[in-house]
Structures are given as structure tokens and as C-alpha cells.
């Protein structure tokens, strides 16, 4: 039995020389979290036995868990070098348009070839759409996407078709609330952001917002939905009506309007004339048992002006200025937290995934329900103290010689008995 208790223990001092040698490894990593090995003894009890009496039967590794605390800050020359204070994770898809979120405390972002602004892994950057004026229109995971900074030219088209194929869940109940608001989301389903442009150039968002209206009560029915559309804070008409329904057929095919919709002439601040448009649903636009998904987006308007530089605040409002002057907000700061953030799965690269353990994501922004503030400019280094891991390596390291002249010792003493026997 001392064999298998000793080899218990080495086992275990093994396996926490590695997790300091993983923590030293990655002392230079940004926004890497140690991790700390945790033990508990093993006793083979039993209602038969003295208590004063009960020999162990070694150790076991209980858990390796993460360490969150905050490493140091380092200051860069790069403004889309972000940092969170306190709680908090960035998000970051791996695909522009794909469903799968990544969690990272590592906010070294660029902008890749097509002005979006990803990691070094090439993951983008989740934030939260905004008007004009810098408010959030919509939140939640469906209000997602990734930052991308507008399109520079030096001449103004102003867009005048929109197109866009998407796919509806044909699961979504019918909204609690019985009057539209586009601040209030119980009041619509779904929304989708796209970028479009003005007769002067500047970049407008065009939200639109999807509310169920009728659910069919037979399989012969018809499904319908309606649609409010805003440029920044100014909403939408066609035809003098505020909204404009989608009706789909009991297979989820798109059946009205199949052609283009015309929007009512309209004026924003920035603008210097009237505008006017057409948005076309494509004929893949569906209702399905799907998650909501915006599969294919288009328009043919241009911006004016180059852009001069990013600027992010500490709520995380990013925003662009452009060499006529004009700045645009592009959005805000997406960030995650967790109730048990030890309970996340470690993906390599400074990723973490949720799991069960860790529980659902609580989406939010910096400086706001318990999110930590976000500060431009900086990195957010590994935790890792050198001096107290290596401490920790000595400690480990006597712990295994220790186990393993217990197991020499045992092995001794049994070569004696043999002897003893011949």
C-alpha cells in the first residue's frame, strides 16, 4: 500500500511542476491567468474502524483552477489596445458572420485588409450598434457585430439599394409588449444593422427591427412579421406607413413583398439634401427552425473623406473621424462576464469558451453593472508573479524528492522481508 501512496504523491507534484511551469511559460503572454494546483487527501474509512487507527491512502489532484486576478497594465501607441479594469471579457467571433463566441482577456486588436478589427488570431471584435448620437439601439447576442471601420473614398455615393437575405426563427413567440419601441426589446424579436451612406458621404446605420405579428394556427397558414426601419434616430416610412410586413408561406419561403420596397424620402443631420432608397429581401430570405441570421447583406452607396483616426472611450463608444471632419460612432464595446468564471474552458490562445460550470454569459458594457472600465491605449499583461512561482517550483519540487524517497524507503524495507523469507 505505501507503494501506491507515495506514487500518489508524485503524481501529484508532478502535475503541479507543470501547471507552474505552464504559468511560467506564459509570464510574457497578455491577458494569460495562472492557474493553481489543488490537492486533497484520500482516506479509505470505514464505520468498522477506530478513527484513532485510519491510515491515508495518499493524495489526489482535486482541480487546477484559474486565477482571474488582473496582471499588470503596460501603455501602447496603439488606441485599439484595450484593457479591462475589474471584470469583464471581450468578444470575439472567429467568422464575421458565424454563431461561434470566443472569450479573451488579451485586447491587442488591429485592423485587418478588410477594415475590421480583429486579434491576432484574426477574431473580431462584438460591439453593440449605435446611433448617431452614440446610444445603443440594440443589445443582446443577436445585436452582436464585429467592428469594422467604414470604407473610405474620395468621391459620395449615396446608397440608393439596399439588399439583404436573412432567415427568421419560425420558433419566436409573438412580443410580450404591445407597442413598438425600439428601446424597449421586448417589444420586437430580432434586429439587423447595415451600414449605408448619405448624399454628403457620412455613414448612417439602417436598423431594422423584426417583430413576430401572427403565428399560423393551421399547417395551411400563413406566417406574418413586421418590420420598423431607422437611419441613426430617424425612422423610416414607405408609402406613408411606419413598418412593412413579411409575410411567409407554411414551407418558410418568403411570399411578400418580393420585389423592392421603397422608402418615403427622408433627411439627416449631416445631410445636405434629401434621400431616398429601395431595400429588396432576397429569395433566400426564409422562416425556419433556425436561429435568427442574417445570411447575405449588400448596398452601393460610398463614403467621402479618408479616415484620420479610432478613438475609444471608457465606456467603450468607439468612434471614427474622417479628414472632412465629420466623426461617426461605429459602436460600443461588447463585454461577457460569468458567475463562475474558474468554471471556463481554457482554448489556448488567451480563449476561453463557456461551459456549464462557468454558466451563460452576462453581456453588458464597461463601467456598468458590475463590468470593470475599459482604458484605450493599454495592455493588460499576464498575472503570473515570477518570484512567487518559483517559490512554488521549489516547494513542488522537495514535495516529489520527498514522495520519492518514501517510495525508495518502501522499496527497501520489502527487499529486506524478501530476504528474510530465502
Known amino acids: 500500500m505505501s507503494f501506491y501512496t507515495s506514487l500518489s504523491g508524485l503524481q501529484a507534484s508532478q502535475t503541479e511542476m507543470a501547471t507552474i511551469s505552464h504559468n511560467l511559460a506564459n509570464v510574457a503572454t497578455n491577458g494569460f491567468k495562472k492557474s493553481r494546483t489543488e490537492f486533497a487527501d484520500v482516506i479509505a474509512s470505514s464505520v468498522s474502524l477506530n478513527p484513532a487507527q485510519q491510515v491515508g491512502s495518499g493524495t489526489v489532484v482535486k482541480a487546477n483552477r484559474q486565477q482571474f486576478g488582473n496582471g499588470n497594465y503596460v501603455q501602447s501607441a496603439n488606441t485599439l489596445d484595450l484593457a479591462v479594469s475589474g471584470d ?86 409573438i412580443p410580450t409588449a404591445t407597442k413598438f419601441d425600439r428601446f424597449d426589446p421586448t417589444s420586437y424579436n430580432q434586429s439587423s444593422q447595415t451600414t449605408i451612406y448619405d448624399t454628403s458621404g457620412n455613414a448612417l446605420t439602417l436598423t431594422n427591427y423584426f417583430t413576430r405579428a401572427t403565428t399560423p394556427t393551421s399547417s395551411t397558414d400563413d406566417s406574418t412579421w413586421t418590420v420598423h426601419s431607422f437611419v441613426g434616430d430617424k425612422q423610416l416610412t414607405s408609402g406613408g406607413a411606419d413598418k412593412v410586413t413579411l409575410t411567409f408561406n ?80 461605429l459602436g460600443q464595446v461588447m463585454l461577457a ?45 499576464s498575472n503570473v508573479d515570477i518570484t512567487e512561482e518559483l517559490v512554488g517550483l521549489i516547494a513542488a519540487q522537495r514535495n516529489f524528492q520527498a514522495n520519492a524517497k518514501a517510495l525508495d524507503t518502501a522499496s527497501q524495507i520489502s527487499q529486506t522481508i524478501f530476504n528474510i523469507r530465502s
Open 88 to 173: 469583464g471579457f471581450f468578444v470575439v467571433k472567429p467568422d464575421v458572420d458565424g454563431a461561434r463566441v470566443n472569450f479573451t482577456r488579451n485586447g491587442g486588436f488591429l485592423v485587418n485588409s478588410e477594415r475590421y478589427v480583429v486579434d491576432s488570431q484574426g477574431s473580431h471584435l462584438q460591439v453593440y450598434p449605435v446611433d448617431g448620437s452614440g446610444s445603443v439601439v440594440a443589445t443582446g447576442t443577436d445585436a452582436a457585430r464585429s467592428l469594422q471601420l467604414p470604407e473610405t473614398s474620395g468621391t459620395a455615393v449615396p446608397t440608393k439599394n439596399v439588399t439583404m437575405s436573412l432567415n427568421l426563427n419560425a420558433n419566436a413567440a
Open 250 to 329: 407554411p414551407s418558410g419561403a418568403l411570399t411578400s413583398p418580393l420585389g423592392n420596397i421603397s422608402y418615403d424620402e427622408f433627411s439627416t443631420a449631416g445631410s445636405t439634401a434629401t434621400q431616398q432608397f429601395s431595400f429588396q429581401y432576397g429569395v433566400d430570405t426564409t422562416q425556419l427552425s433556425q436561429p435568427f441570421n442574417v445570411t447575405a447583406r449588400g448596398q452601393d452607396g460610398k463614403a467621402v473623406g479618408q479616415i484620420q483616426g479610432v478613438s475609444i472611450d471608457e465606456k467603450g463608444i468607439v468612434k471614427a473621424s474622417f479628414s472632412n471632419g465629420d466623426t461617426q460612432a
Open 337 to 381: 462576464n460569468f458567475s463562475n468564471p474558474e468554471g471556463l474552458r481554457q482554448l489556448g490562445n488567451s480563449y476561453w469558451q463557456a461551459t456549464g460550470i462557468s454558466g451563460d454569459a452576462k453581456l453588458g458594457s464597461a463601467a456598468s453593472n458590475g463590468f470593470g472600465s475599459l482604458m484605450s491605449g493599454t495592455i493588460e499583461r
